[in-house]
C-alpha cells in the first residue's frame, strides 16, 4: 500500500464500497519522487553516502506505470479487473492500458485529470517551482536545511489551484484569523494619525518570515509633522491591516507542509506532471497533435467511466469531455460540487455511487451469490473525510478547512 493511501481513498474503502476487499485484491503502491516512499530524491546515492536531490533523474507517469507492473508480476497478478485513480493517478490510469499488454488491464476509470497536462497546469506548476527557486537557502537543491519559506510559499499557491473561488468566499470570506462570521470586528482598532514607523513596517512585511529588524530610525528619512486638522479638511486615520482567516489558513498550511514534504521532491512531481501527454512518442508521421491525442484515447478500453467535478479549474470538466468523447462507449459524469478540484476527494458519497454502478455493471460476476442471486450490500460506514490529502486539503469540517 502506498503512504497516506487511507488519507486519500480511506472513506470508498470497506464491505460494500467501491474498494471492497472482500470481492477485489486491491493494489496501491507510491510514485518515484515522493518523499513516503520508493526512490525520490531524499533517496540516499550510495555512491556519495548523501541523498540525490536535484541529482535524482526526471521520471514519468509512464516510468510509475511500468514499475507498478512490475511489482504486480512479482505478486503474480495476470490481469487488472479495474484501474481507479484521481488527479495525477488519473494520468496513471490512462497510461496503464497503453504501457501493458492489451487485455491486461480490463476497465478504467479516470477521475479529475487529463489526457496531457495544459498550459494552465504547466504555469501552475512553473510558479511553485520559482517560488522554492527564489529561497536563498535552496542552494541549487543541494540544501542542508528545508527551503521552508519557498516550498511554503509553493503549497500556498498550489492550494489556491485545489478549491474554488466560491469555496474560498463562502468558508472564509473577510473574516479575521479565530473570529466567527458573526462576531467581532473587521480590522483591528484605527491606527493613531501618524502611525509609528514601525508599526508601518510591520504591516508591509506581515507574514515574511525572513524579514530583518527594522533599520534604525536615525538612518531613515524625517518624517514630516503632521498638519493640524482644519475644519474644511478632514485627515482620515489609516486602519492597521487586519490578518485574515483566509491568509492564516494559507500560513498554517504552508507551515505544515514543509514540516511532511521535501522541497526537491516537490520539484520532482511538478515536472513529472508536466511530462504527462498520452500522445507522446505515439504520434503518427505527419499527424495533428489533436489527432493523435483521439486515436491514442480511442484505444483504451471501452466503456470507461470518466468522473470529473464541475468548479474544477485545475482538470476542468472540458478535459474530462475529451477523454471521454474519444473512448469508446465511455460515460461521463460531472459531480456538481462547488469544492474545486479537491471535490473529488471530498463528494465520496456520489463518487462511491457511480463507481459501484459501473463495477456491477462490468463485473457482475462478483455481485453473485453461490446460488447465482445478485446481491447488493451497503456500505458498513459512512464516506466522511477523516484525514488530510497529500496534495489538496480535502477537509470537510471549516475547523481544519
Known sequence: MAQKWMD??????????????????IFCANVMGSPYGSASPVTINP?????????????????????????????????????????????????????????????IIPIATSARHSAWCISWGEAQRQSIYSD????????????????????????????????FESRFGRKPQNLPVDQGILTPPLSPLVPHEDDAFNVHNDGHKKAKPRPPNADAPASPAPSTPSSSRAISPAPRQAIFSAQSYLRYQGDKFTARFDANCYIHITRK?????????????????????????????PRALVIGIQTDGLFTPSEQREIAEHIPDAELIIIPSPEGHDGFLLEFELINGHI??????????????????DVEEQPTEGFDVKKTSMFGEAEADITRW
Do not use: N
Not at 486519500?8 to 485484491?25: I, T, Y
Not at 548523501?50 to 507517469?61: H, R
Open 273 to 301: 506532471l508536466d511530462t504527462h501527454d498520452l500522445a507522446h512518442g505515439r504520434q503518427l508521421l505527419g499527424e495533428r497533435e489533436d489527432v493523435a491525442l483521439g486515436r491514442v484515447l480511442s484505444t483504451l478500453p
Open 8 to 25: 486519500r481513498w480511506g472513506p470508498l474503502m470497506g464491505r460494500g464500497k467501491a474498494f471492497d476487499p472482500h470481492r477485489f485484491f
Open 47 to 107: 555512491d556519495t553516502g548523501k541523498p540525490y536531490g536535484p541529482d535524482f533523474p526526471l521520471t514519468t507517469i509512464r516510468d510509475d506505470v511500468r514499475l507498478h507492473k512490475l511489482v504486480l508480476d512479482q505478486l503474480g497478478v495476470r490481469s487488472v479487473a479495474v484501474a481507479i485513480g484521481g488527479s495525477m493517478g488519473g494520468m496513471a490510469i490512462l497510461e496503464w492500458p497503453l504501457c501493458t499488454p492489451p487485455g491486461y488491464v480490463r476497465h
Open 136 to 167: 536563498p537557502t535552496y542552494e541549487d537543491g543541494y540544501y542542508v536545511s528545508q527551503p521552508a519559506s519557498g516550498l511554503a510559499a509553493a503549497r500556498m499557491a498550489a492550494l489556491l489551484t485545489y478549491r474554488s473561488r466560491d469555496s
Open 356 to 373: 459501484m454502478r459501473s463495477l456491477r455493471r462490468e463485473f457482475p460476476e462478483y455481485f453473485k451469490l453461490e446460488d447465482g442471486a
